[in-house]
C-alpha cells in the first residue's frame, strides 16, 4: 500500500504564496508520476498540476498557469506546489495524488491516479 501525506495549507490573503508538500510512503518501489487536484465545496474534482514519474515533463491546469509551480522533491517521491499570487478562487481543498506507470506524457485525470492524499485545505481571503 502506498500512503500520500499532504501538508502546508492554510489561511492567506489574495496576492501571497503558499508551498504545498506531498511525500508517498509505503510499497514505493519505484519513482511515482504526481499530481495535485483541488476540489471547492460543490464543485467537480479540478486538475491543477502534476509531473510524469521522470520529472522531465510537467503540466497545469488553464485557471493557474503561470501563478503555480509543481517540483519534484530530492527525496524520492516527493513533490511541490509553489503558488503565487494566491486568489480568493484557489480555495478549495487540495489533493495529491500519484501513480507508477512510467509514461513519457502527464496524467491529469483524477482516474489516471491510483493513490490520494487525504487533502489540505487551503482558503484565500479577499
Known amino acids: 500500500q502506498v500512503q500520500l501525506a499532504e501538508s502546508g495549507g492554510g489561511l492567506v490573503q489574495a496576492g501571497e504564496s503558499l508551498r504545498l508538500s506531498c511525500a508517498a510512503s509505503g510499497s514505493t518501489f519505484g519513482t511515482f508520476a504526481m499530481g495535485w487536484f483541488r476540489q471547492a465545496p460543490g464543485m467537480e474534482r479540478e486538475f491543477v498540476a502534476a509531473v510524469n514519474w521522470s520529472g522531465e515533463s510537467t503540466d497545469y491546469g488553464d485557471s493557474v498557469k503561470g501563478r503555480f509551480t509543481i517540483s519534484r522533491g530530492s527525496a524520492k517521491n516527493t513533490v511541490y506546489l509553489q503558488m503565487n499570487t494566491l486568489k480568493p478562487e484557489d480555495t478549495a481543498v487540495y489533493y495529491c495524488?500519484?501513480?507508477?506507470?512510467?509514461?513519457?506524457?502527464?496524467?491529469?485525470?483524477?482516474?489516471?491516479?491510483?493513490?490520494w492524499g487525504q487533502g489540505t485545505q487551503v482558503t484565500v481571503s479577499s
Open positions: 495524488a500519484a501513480h507508477p506507470r512510467r509514461a513519457l506524457n502527464v496524467a491529469t485525470r483524477p482516474k489516471d491516479f491510483d493513490y
